[in-house]
């Protein structure tokens, strides 16, 4: 089992629109969750961090629910600006007291004018 | 903020070749990583340091890679030899402290093209 999955999509969707991710990870240990957005030839850059109530960033909404360990981003009225790959990311447990972060493949997102 | 800078931004090289990516983490970053990306098998962890120590280096591929932190500003992965399967985007990130509360920064990349 892929430590965190995805819908690779595409998703096509109308601006304006509202669209939901979801990704499931298979640690029950992680703690810290992420989403990230890697534009097209672009580098990963943080999203938003998910936390355990919830959490809002202007027009997106992250949720976390540890017991079905399952993470999910919600965007509202979508913009063209939107069109991007989202990577959900946990983070994992190494030696030495230190730990990295896991990333899913990604959902890619289209936003249609 | 001058950010995680890596270099060369763009590598073709032939088969059997020497390869060495270069990254300088973010001043005060004490954390620095190495991914690389394929469409195959997206973002892959190669390699972490905490305090120039590495902590894991599970995901190294084989014994052609290796990697270095000799100073706190300053790491290199080296292929040797390099092989076409190599090829793939090689990201370099780092972060504050030694866990992942608030993520981490990646540098723009290396795109390594072995021939």
């Known amino acids: 089992r892929k430590e965190v999955e995805q819908d690779p999509g595409p998703f096509n969707v109308p601006e304006g629109a509202t669209v939901a991710f979801n990704c499931t990870y298979s640690?029950?240990?992680?703690?810290?969750f992420f989403w990230y957005r890697q534009d097209c030839r672009k580098e990963p850059k943080l999203l938003m961090s998910v936390y355990s109530s919830g959490n809002e960033d202007g027009r997106f909404t992250a949720q976390l629910n540890r017991a079905s360990q399952y993470i999910s981003l919600l965007i509202r009225d979508s913009k063209l600006s939107d069109s991007a790959t989202y990577l959900c990311v946990v983070n994992i447990l190494t030696g030495g007291g230190a730990d990295g972060l896991t990333f899913g493949k990604g959902t890619h997102l289209i936003i249609q004018p | 903020d001058a950010g995680v800078i890596q270099s060369p931004r763009h590598e073709v090289t032939e088969m059997g070749q020497e390869v060495t990516l270069r990254c300088k983490p973010i001043?005060?970053?004490?954390?620095l990583f190495w991914y690389r990306q394929t469409m195959m098998r997206g973002l892959e962890l190669l390699i972490y340091?905490?305090?120039?120590?590495?902590?894991?280096d599970s995901g190294m591929p084989e014994d052609r890679f290796s990697a270095k932190m000799p100073n706190a500003s300053f790491s290199t992965l080296k292929i040797q030899p390099s092989e076409p399967r190599d090829s793939a985007v090689y990201f370099c990130a780092s972060r504050v402290g030694a866990f992942s509360n608030y993520g981490y920064t990646f540098g723009s990349g290396t795109r390594l093209t072995v021939v």
């Open positions: 640690n029950s240990a992680s703690q810290s």
């Open positions: 340091f905490n305090n120039n120590v590495p902590i894991d």
């Open positions: 001043s005060g970053h004490n954390s």
